[in-house]
């Protein structure tokens, strides 16, 4: 099997509305709007996600860690109520619908973003509010996976998933290197005097995601049309958006979901999207706090280094596809969460090397009973680096170097992306020929959950404790979710084979 393959060379056990060929084109091409449109929701995600925290204490200097915790955290909740609402209203109406409104939300939150250094006060309350109604427009990725999982037959799902989250994977990638390349732009920028508009390194990527999110609308409108297929392949009735009494429910439908599995799933699911939250919020504040960098630097270094993951997360994609057809999609699910540990475990602080303390140069054996004053930099025009005094940890806990930080993105980044595919993919084969909707809505749900308590965690506990009780706690979570996985191993199978109606093949 080639390593690149395209989704339209998957086995396809065709049905008899596929003779012509036109509905398998059609559909397909509706497949790959979604995969746009998920891509399009990763850059406009991670185009300013590096960018946050600078632009937090720009606008207000006396924000704290914890308070970009909330800031990050407000994306997902803003996702998570919003998520099942979309889900559901895909199931009774044309997905067009749900897909237009979230996206016009997203594209009015971005411009909102772009403004919230206008107001005479509260900047910090608008900035939150503009990323909740950015994470409302990001609901329709229930609508996305939904579409995708009844748009394919059992055959194609996992290269299909495999496929949508490389999209999201390249979004990603994007998003970071444009964050990175516009903050050439800097803090100054230039000014827009007739709508008040301040362009610069903050603002430029939300006006940039806006205008992405519009071309995703018009795509939405002018090429895609409702496509649903069974676990054979075989054409069915769209059911997202038509009365019970006018539909027959095919065979393959009949059966009931194993519910304990899916709520399983869904606690699989908060732990892998939890500890990427935590990972993607702490980058920012770890890395200016342990090798020193500037807010300008921290955003363009870590943006470089985000998209060197999200590359990494596209091969791992393309490896995955081939992968799970010889050895089954649950063993890389596990493999994935052990990978995801290891990174954690090899960034824990050890050694008897301290942080550069902010704004003093203080000896290696200096107690941390010792207050001292902060000492302004001569040149008070120069932006004070190092590991804030006011956290007490930065006197106590060694320094975590540079090696370990590349060594925990390099097995994050691989460990991260193949359990996220693969959540999605046994999920909806759980789910089976069931409309999935709701079900995505509530998954997506659960990771926004995740994202939400994440940031909020990581930042008060990173903050107020540091990064070494920090770290051991994901440590035990991802142990925990290793247990459970475990435990659950033998019932993750899909509808089709839990009822005997398909083989499994794998034997994973």
């Given at each position: 099997?080639?390593?690149?393959?395209?989704?339209?060379?998957?086995?396809?056990?065709?049905?008899?509305?596929?003779?012509?060929?036109?509905?398998?084109?059609?559909?397909?091409?509706?497949?790959?709007?979604?995969?746009?449109?998920?891509?399009?929701?990763?850059?406009?995600?991670?185009?300013?996600?590096?960018?946050?925290?600078?632009?937090?204490?720009?606008?207000?200097?006396?924000?704290?860690?914890?308070?970009?915790?909330?800031?990050?955290?407000?994306?997902?909740?803003?996702?998570?109520?919003?998520?099942?609402?979309?889900?559901?209203?895909?199931?009774?109406?044309?997905?067009?619908?749900?897909?237009?409104?979230?996206?016009?939300?997203?594209?009015?939150?971005?411009?909102?973003?772009?403004?919230?250094?206008?107001?005479?006060?509260?900047?910090?309350?608008?900035?939150?509010?503009?990323?909740?109604?950015?994470?409302?427009?990001?609901?329709?990725?229930?609508?996305v996976r939904s579409y995708v999982a009844g748009a394919t037959s059992l055959k194609?799902?996992?290269?299909?998933?495999?496929?949508?989250?490389?999209?999201?994977?390249?979004?990603?990638?994007?998003?970071?290197?444009?964050?990175?390349?516009?903050?050439?732009?800097?803090?100054?920028?230039?000014?827009?005097?007739?709508?008040?508009?301040?362009?610069?390194?903050?603002?430029?990527?939300?006006?940039?995601?806006?205008?992405?999110?519009?071309?995703?609308?018009?795509?939405?409108?002018?090429?895609?049309?409702?496509?649903?297929?069974?676990?054979?392949?075989?054409?069915?009735?769209?059911?997202?958006?038509?009365?019970?009494?006018?539909?027959?429910?095919?065979?393959?439908?009949?059966?009931?979901?194993?519910?304990?599995?899916?709520?399983?799933?869904?606690?699989?699911?908060?732990?892998?999207?939890?500890?990427?939250?935590?990972?993607?919020?702490?980058?920012?504040?770890?890395?200016?706090?342990?090798?020193?960098?500037?807010?300008?630097?921290?955003?363009?270094?870590?943006?470089?280094?985000?998209?060197?993951?999200?590359?990494?997360?596209?091969?791992?994609?393309?490896?995955?596809?081939?992968?799970?057809?010889?050895?089954?999609?649950?063993?890389?699910?596990?493999?994935?969460?052990?990978?995801?540990?290891?990174?954690?475990?090899?960034?824990?602080?050890?050694?008897?090397?301290?942080?550069?303390?902010?704004?003093?140069?203080?000896?290696?054996?200096?107690?941390?009973?010792?207050?001292?004053?902060?000492?302004?930099?001569?040149?008070?025009?120069?932006?004070?680096?190092?590991?804030?005094?006011?956290?007490?940890?930065?006197?106590?806990?060694?320094?975590?170097?540079?090696?370990?930080?590349?060594?925990?993105?390099?097995?994050?980044?691989?460990?991260?992306?193949?359990?996220?595919?693969?959540?999605?993919?046994?999920?909806?084969?759980?789910?089976?020929?069931?409309?999935?909707?709701?079900?995505?809505?509530?998954?997506?749900?659960?990771?926004?959950?995740?994202?939400?308590?994440?940031p909020v965690f990581v930042s008060h506990v990173y903050t107020i404790l540091g990064?070494?009780?920090?770290?051991?706690?994901?440590?035990?979570?991802?142990?925990?979710?290793?247990?459970?996985?475990?435990?659950?191993?033998?019932?993750?199978?899909?509808?089709?084979?839990?009822?005997?109606?398909?083989?499994?093949?794998?034997?994973?």
């Open positions: 099997m080639s390593l690149v393959e395209s989704d339209e060379n998957t086995p396809l056990l065709r049905g008899d509305i596929t003779s012509g060929g036109d509905a398998d084109r059609s559909r397909w091409r509706s497949i790959r709007v979604m995969y746009f449109t998920m891509f399009l929701s990763s850059v406009g995600f991670t185009i300013v996600i590096t960018s946050i925290w600078p632009y937090l204490k720009k606008i207000d200097e006396s924000a704290d860690a914890s308070f970009l915790g909330w800031v990050v955290a407000a994306y997902s909740l803003g996702q998570m109520v919003a998520s099942p609402l979309f889900g559901l209203w895909s199931n009774h109406r044309p997905r067009r619908e749900p897909l237009i409104c979230s996206i016009f939300i997203n594209v009015s939150a971005n411009i909102y973003y772009a403004y919230v250094y206008l107001p005479p006060s509260h900047k910090t309350i608008h900035m939150l509010l503009a990323r909740t109604f950015v994470g409302i427009g990001a609901g329709n990725v229930a609508v194609e799902r996992t290269s299909a998933m495999a496929n949508m989250s490389a999209c999201q994977a390249l979004g990603f990638i994007l998003g970071t290197a444009l964050q990175a390349a516009l903050s050439f732009i800097g803090e100054t920028g230039v000014s827009v005097n007739v709508i008040q508009l301040q362009v610069n390194m903050y603002t430029a990527p939300a006006l940039l995601a806006a205008c992405l999110g519009i071309i995703n609308i018009l795509l939405v409108i002018l090429v895609l049309r409702e496509h649903c297929v069974d676990d054979h392949g075989n054409y069915i009735r769209a059911i997202n958006y038509t009365s019970e009494e006018q539909v027959d429910v095919a065979p393959e439908a009949e059966g009931d979901i194993d519910q304990i599995t899916v709520f399983a799933s869904n606690v699989l699911f908060f732990v892998i999207l939890f500890i990427f939250a935590v990972f993607e919020t702490i980058s920012t504040p770890l890395s200016m706090d342990m090798f020193a960098w500037t807010r300008k630097e921290a955003v363009l270094y870590n943006g470089i280094i985000l998209a060197a993951i999200g590359f990494e997360s596209i091969l791992v994609f393309v490896v995955v596809k081939v992968v799970s057809a010889r050895v089954g999609d649950r063993p890389l699910l596990l493999g994935g969460l052990i990978l995801i540990f290891a990174g954690f475990f090899i960034l824990l602080p050890w050694g008897n090397q301290y942080p550069k303390i902010q704004w003093a140069d203080i000896q290696n054996n200096t107690m941390p009973a010792i207050r001292l004053a902060p000492t302004p930099p001569s040149n008070t025009s120069l932006e004070p680096t190092g590991c804030p005094y006011e956290q007490a940890w930065c006197l106590f806990t060694p320094v975590i170097h540079l090696a370990q930080y590349i060594t925990s993105d390099i097995l994050i980044g691989v460990g991260y992306p193949t359990c996220n595919v693969m959540s999605y993919t046994l999920y909806s084969k759980i789910l089976g020929p069931k409309p999935q909707g709701v079900y995505m809505g509530w998954l997506t749900a659960s990771g926004s959950g995740a994202r939400t308590l994440g990064p070494r009780w920090a770290f051991t706690v994901i440590c035990g979570i991802v142990l925990a979710a290793i247990v459970l996985l475990s435990a659950m191993y033998k019932r993750l199978v899909a509808f089709s084979i839990r009822h005997g109606r398909i083989e499994d093949e794998c034997h994973d």
